[in-house]
């Protein structure tokens, strides 16, 4: 049950990440990762809710491997779902503050 609260919850942040990279202009970064989480679980070969390089090289996750080292940010050589999440949140870049009116 936690698991399955985990995956949901990792997915409702990365449609969220992606309504808000697609106003930045990430949009396609976005639904690439969504795509990403979808096939985790294909590439999870033994099924222990993580990703080894050698995992995600032979998976159909292309954003994952591309991008591996970046989510592998504690070089567990390992990524998990919440790893793949937190690094599209990552991408976004603070939208630039509008220009305030002098007048």
Do not use: C, W
Request: aromatic share 4%; hydrophobic share 40%; no cysteine.
């Amino acid at each position: 049950m936690r698991h399955t609260r985990l995956i949901l919850a990792t997915l409702v942040a990365l449609a969220t990440a992606a309504a808000i990279h697609a106003q930045n202009g990430l949009g396609s970064i976005a639904n690439t990762a969504n795509n990403a989480i979808k096939n985790f679980d294909i590439a999870d070969k033994n099924h222990d809710g993580l990703l080894t390089r050698e995992e995600a090289e032979k998976g159909p996750v292309p954003f994952i491997r591309a991008h591996f080292d970046e989510i592998d940010k504690t070089h567990r050589g390992v990524v998990s779902k919440r790893d793949v999440a937190d690094y599209v949140r990552s991408l976004q870049k603070p939208a630039p503050a509008e220009a305030s009116s002098t007048h």
